[in-house]
C-alpha cells in the first residue's frame, strides 16, 4: 500500500470539479493533478505491467481527439495548455500530460515536461500503480505537495472500476450537483455536446471506445455523425446542433445512475460524497470534511483563500428555462435523483 494517500474525485463533470481542483491545487501538502486520466484517455491503465518507456509513451502521446476538437476552433475551456501555449500545438500534437495537467503545476509546463521525461524513462517494469506512484513522487519533488494526492477528471464516474482495479486502496469522492442545473451546463458546453455525439457513435456501432471504431464500423455510421471523426471538422456543425437541454437530463440521469452503482461496490471506508451545492452553502465545513477523508491537514488559510474563490453565481440556470422545458426536464433528471437518493446522497 503506497505511503501517501491517493483520492480520486469523480462525477458527471459541470459539477464544479475545476473549482474544486483549484482549490486543492491551493494547499501545501497536496498534488492536485487536474484532469489526468481524462487526459491520458483509454489506454491510460494497462493491466499487464509496463516499462518506463512505455509509461513514458502513454503520459507524452497526445491525445488525438482533443486535439481534434482544438484544430477546429472549438478547444474545452479546460484546456489550460493551449492558454499560453509553448512549443506545442494541436498541429504537432499536445503532449496528454501537458494539456491540462502540467500547466495546474508550473507556469513552465514545458519546462516541467523535460523533467519529468529521463525519470519516467528510466522505470523498470512494473504494475500501473508502482508507476504512477513514482509519477506522484517525481511531481511531488517539482511542484511541492505530495503529502496526499487528488486526482479528478470530469466525466469520470464510468472510469471508476479501471481506477480501482489498477489503485484499490484509493479513495473515492463523489462530486456531484443539482441534475437540472448540470444539464443546462452540459447542453452549453462543447465537450458535452461532443460526448453526447460520441455517445450515439457508440452506440450506433456497437463499440465502447474511439480505439475500436474500425474503418468498417465508422463507413456504417450515417454522415451527419462521421463529421465529428475528422482530421478538422466544421465547429458550426457541432455549435449549432439542434441538441435539447432535455435529452442532457436524460444524459445526466444515466451517467449518475451507472456511476452510483460502481460506486456501491466500493468499501464504505474509502468512498464519501460531496455536493456541489453543499460547497456553495458551506465551503470550510465541506472542506474540512473532504480534507479529513482524503488525509490532509485542513489549515486555516487554505480554508480561506478556499472558500473565496467560489462563486455560487452558476447556481439555478435550470429555473430560468420555460416552465414546460424545465417540467420536462426535471422528469429526465428523476432517475438520476432517485439513485443520488437510495444512495444516500441528495435526493
Aim: one cysteine or more; aromatic letters at 8%.
Amino acid at each position: 500500500m503506497p505511503e501517501r494517500p491517493l483520492t480520486f474525485i469523480v462525477g458527471t463533470g459541470r459539477s464544479g470539479s475545476s473549482a474544486l481542483s483549484r482549490i486543492i491545487n491551493l494547499h501545501p501538502d497536496v498534488l492536485s493533478l487536474n484532469e489526468m486520466f481524462a487526459s491520458l484517455g483509454d489506454g491510460a491503465l494497462p493491466r499487464a505491467p509496463f516499462t518506463g518507456e512505455e509509461f513514458w509513451r502513454i503520459l507524452a502521446e497526445p491525445n488525438a481527439f482533443f486535439d481534434r476538437m482544438t484544430r477546429s476552433g472549438v478547444p474545452l475551456p479546460e484546456f489550460l495548455y493551449i492558454r499560453d501555449p509553448g512549443r506545442y500545438s494541436a498541429e504537432t500534437g499536445i503532449p496528454a500530460l501537458s494539456l491540462m495537467v502540467l500547466p495546474h503545476l508550473s507556469e513552465d509546463p514545458d519546462g516541467l515536461l523535460d523533467a519529468v521525461e529521463p525519470e519516467i524513462r528510466a522505470l523498470p517494469r512494473r504494475p500501473a500503480a508502482q508507476q504512477y506512484e513514482s509519477l506522484f513522487e517525481v511531481l511531488s519533488a517539482r511542484c511541492g505537495g505530495g503529502r496526499a494526492v487528488i486526482e479528478r477528471s470530469g466525466y469520470s464516474l464510468g472510469a471508476i472500476p479501471r481506477l480501482r482495479a489498477a489503485f484499490p486502496h484509493a479513495r473515492f469522492v463523489h462530486l456531484f450537483r443539482d441534475g437540472p442545473d448540470c444539464a443546462v451546463s452540459m447542453s452549453r458546453h462543447v465537450g458535452y455536446r461532443s460526448i453526447a455525439l460520441l455517445r450515439e457513435i457508440f452506440g450506433r456501432s456497437g463499440v465502447r471506445s474511439l480505439s475500436e471504431l474500425t474503418p468498417e464500423r465508422e463507413a456504417e455510421l450515417p454522415p451527419d455523425l462521421t463529421w465529428l471523426l475528422r482530421h478538422r471538422f466544421d465547429a458550426d456543425l457541432l455549435l449549432e446542433r439542434p441538441m435539447p437541454v432535455t435529452g442532457f437530463g436524460a444524459l445526466w440521469s444515466q451517467i449518475v445512475s451507472e456511476g452510483v452503482a460502481r460506486l456501491a461496490e466500493i468499501p464504505a471506508g474509502q468512498r464519501t460524497t460531496l455536493s456541489y451545492e453543499d460547497l456553495l452553502d458551506t465551503p470550510r465545513e465541506e472542506l474540512t470534511r473532504l480534507a479529513a477523508f482524503a488525509g490532509f491537514a485542513p489549515h486555516p488559510d487554505w480554508l480561506a483563500r478556499g472558500a473565496a474563490t467560489l462563486d455560487g453565481a452558476r447556481r439555478g440556470a435550470a429555473l430560468r428555462l420555460p416552465a414546460e422545458e424545465l417540467a420536462e426536464l426535471r422528469e429526465r433528471c428523476a432517475p438520476g435523483v432517485r439513485a443520488l437518493a437510495e444512495a444516500g446522497g441528495h435526493g
